[in-house]
């Protein structure tokens, strides 16, 4: 079973611009998230008597939805998934460094090794073709399995 596949793709401007734009989008989730859960972990330290639950990845996308999304409508320009993705994965890394097993995680700047996470209706079309949800048909530089 092919878990993933890493390789160079042939991109237009505008699916550059996409892809850029789900980064972007990646990235703004964590840093939010991120900056919430410290808030969390702060209030806690100071307030003994009146924790505050450490929120799970679900529990930060629907605060992302409710509070973020309305307010910044370039939300509902990329797939759903860059943002939950990215909220799952802040959560990994704040399990890993509660278990004493990473650090715990930093902000993501803009530029240094930009990423996002899709799923779903990712289909290989030809050997040289994918197509992504929100991006549309990329081509590659490599043949695929």
């Not at 995680?105 to 803009?110: A, I, L, N, V, W």
């Not at 779903?120 to 040289?128: L, M, N, P, T």
Request: proline share 6%; glycine share 6%; net charge positive.
């Amino acid at each position: 079973m092919l878990i993933g596949f890493k390789t160079e793709v042939k991109c237009n401007n505008k699916q550059k611009t996409l892809f850029f734009k789900h980064a972007g989008t990646a990235r703004h989730a964590w840093n939010w998230g991120l900056g919430l859960t410290k808030q969390i972990l702060d209030h806690n330290k100071d307030n003994l008597e009146n924790k505050i639950k450490f929120p799970t990845a679900i529990d930060l996308h629907k605060w992302l939805v409710a509070l973020v999304k309305p307010d910044n409508p370039w939300y509902y320009e990329v797939s759903k998934c860059a943002p939950q993705y990215a909220l799952r994965d802040l959560r990994t890394a704040w399990d890993r460094s509660f278990k004493k097993i990473a650090k715990p995680p930093r902000f993501k700047k803009k530029g240094n090794g930009d990423s996002f996470t899709l799923d779903g209706s990712i289909e290989v079309i030809d050997h040289y073709k994918v197509k992504i949800p929100r991006i549309g048909i990329i081509r590659t530089y490599e043949r695929l399995p």
